[in-house]
T-cell receptor, first 119, second 110 residues
Framework: GAVVSQHPSWVICKSGTSVKIECRSLDFQATTMFWYRQFPKQSLMLMATSNEGSKATYEQGVEKDKFLINHASLTLSTLTVTSAHPEDSSFYIC???????????????FGPGTRLTVL | SQQGEEDPQALSIQEGENATMNCSYKTSINNLQWYRQNSGRGLVHLILIRSNEREKHSGRLRVTLDTSKKSSSLLITASRAADTASYFCASYTGGFKTIFGAGTRLFVKA
């Protein structure tokens, strides 16, 4: 089946620094990628939707200047948490919806997640 | 809130018993999916049911969908300790978004 990877799987950073998380579709082309955030013992909250080559669409309440999303190619999207603070500590999960082939348009494939801890 | 609701929020049962989780969503959907997530881990896709389907089976899993009530249920039969996890429904809307329910935390006691 289609595989989505994330890097890094976990990261610890100091308050005020920026952190970049990569999301890659390994064996299919993803026209649309999604970024979710999950706090402990809570569900996944959709942060933004990105289409290759265009600006991301952010959900209400998500600061676009703080969470920079770049979908530069059909296999890579990045989420940069700028000037991170302890309240940004969370589990960030990306997912990808692909073109016909291994990436069915009916199913989003999810990455394994990145755990961010801001000290 | 973008999320749908799930109940119960937490469920504790004995191994061998059946577990039923319910999910409600807010808008019209193209399909609805159920996922499992072990603590601190990624999502595992369990089953997808399309909007024109009413019931679907996969092994010990049975999913129903009632679009008139905007609700779905997941039944796990003959539960095992390894089924202990959080379970989420996720509705795929016409806006090409997948929105997750609040989730049910299932604990199966051996």
């Amino acid at each position: 089946g289609a595989v989505v990877s994330q890097h890094p799987s976990w990261v610890i950073c100091k308050s005020g620094t920026s952190v970049k998380i990569e999301c890659r579709s390994l064996d299919f082309q993803a026209t649309t990628m999604f970024w979710y955030r999950q706090f402990p013992k809570q569900s996944l909250m959709l942060m933004a939707t990105s289409n290759e080559g265009s600006k991301a669409t952010y959900e209400q309440g998500v600061e676009k200047d703080k969470f920079l999303i770049n979908h530069a190619s059909l296999t890579l999207s990045t989420l940069t948490v700028t000037s991170a603070h302890p309240e940004d500590s969370s589990f960030y999960i990306c997912s990808a919806r692909g073109l016909a082939g291994p990436g069915s348009t009916d199913t989003q494939y999810f990455g394994p997640g990145t755990r961010l801890t801001v000290l | 809130s973008q999320q749908g609701e799930e109940d119960p929020q937490a469920l504790s049962i004995q191994e061998g018993e059946n577990a039923t989780m319910n999910c409600s969503y807010k808008t019209s959907i193209n399909n609805l999916q159920w996922y499992r997530q072990n603590s601190g881990r990624g999502l595992v896709h369990l089953i997808l049911i399309r909007s024109n389907e009413r019931e679907k089976h996969s092994g010990r899993l049975r999913v129903t969908l009632d679009t008139s009530k905007k609700s779905s249920s997941l039944l796990i039969t003959a539960s095992r300790a390894a089924d202990t996890a959080s379970y989420f429904c996720a509705s795929y809307t016409g806006g090409f978004k997948t929105i997750f329910g609040a989730g049910t935390r299932l604990f199966v006691k051996a």
